[in-house]
T-cell receptor
Framework: GQQVMQIPQYQHVQEGEDFTTYCNSSTTLSNIQWYKQRPGGHPVFLIQLVKSGEVKKQKRLTFQFGEAKKNSSLHITATQTTDVGTYFC????????????FGAGTILRVKS | DGGITQSPKYLFRKEGQNVTLSCEQN?????MYWYRQDPGQGLRLIYYSQIVNDFQKGDIAEGYSVSREKKESFPLTVTSAQKNPTAFYLC?????????????FGSGTRLTVV
């Protein structure tokens, strides 16, 4: 079925290292959203990007929407143990229409 | 506090039985959604509803049914026709017109077929 491609599937970093996850869509999106799911928890909405080339920051998290509105990235600077979880991107628009289509997620583990 | 309540948290079902998962929200959101989560596959849309008494099939609706008789409630029934029902089920809501505002998720129901 339809899915936004997200890489890597899994990343294990040392505390203090940076982390990046990438999303790619075959269709031009109207917006892209990012969610975080802690182990054993439920997804929590982090942010939405709507403009071509948009960059938004939330403390140590930087979100970027590509110029063609087909890709996006989430970068975490100096990871902490509280960053552990699965990060999902979700795209809206284009071939997906009015349905939010999720990527498979990137599992982040942080070693202290 | 406003939010989405899903119950039960854990549910065990025998093969051949129907089971209904509850989802209630007090956020006054118009749109509600049901997702299924399996390891390594992200979230897949089962059904969604943008207004009371109306709902649409998502990508994996076969073997499931829903109703939306009240704005606050969107129960999901997993029928015996669902071949592989063991999964984590998540209910979500968003203000009209829907996904453009981001979703609020419930804490989920973990269904196991025994």
């Amino acid at each position: 079925g339809q899915q936004v491609m997200q890489i890597p599937q899994y990343q294990h970093v040392q505390e203090g290292e940076d982390f990046t996850t990438y999303c790619n869509s075959s269709t031009t999106l109207s917006n892209i959203q990012w969610y975080k799911q802690r182990p054993g928890g439920h997804p929590v909405f982090l942010i939405q990007l709507v403009k071509s080339g948009e960059v938004k920051k939330q403390k140590r998290l930087t979100f970027q929407f590509g110029e063609a509105k087909k890709n996006s990235s989430l970068h975490i600077t100096a990871t902490q143990t509280t960053d552990v979880g699965t990060y999902f991107c979700a795209g809206l628009g284009g071939e997906y229409g009015n349905k939010l289509v999720f990527g498979a997620g990137t599992i982040l583990r942080v070693k202290s | 506090d406003g939010g989405i309540t899903q119950s039960p948290k854990y549910l065990f079902r025998k093969e051949g039985q129907n089971v209904t998962l509850s989802c209630e929200q007090n956020l006054n959101h118009d749109a509600m959604y049901w997702y299924r989560q399996d390891p390594g596959q992200g979230l897949r849309l089962i059904y969604y509803s943008q207004i009371v008494n109306d709902f649409q099939k998502g990508d994996i609706a076969e073997g499931y049914s829903v109703s939306r008789e009240k704005k606050e409630s969107f129960p999901l029934t997993v029928t015996s026709a669902q071949k592989n029902p063991t999964a984590f089920y998540l209910c979500a809501s968003s203000p009209y017109p829907g996904p453009s505002y981001g979703y609020t998720f419930g804490s989920g129901t973990r269904l196991t077929v025994v």
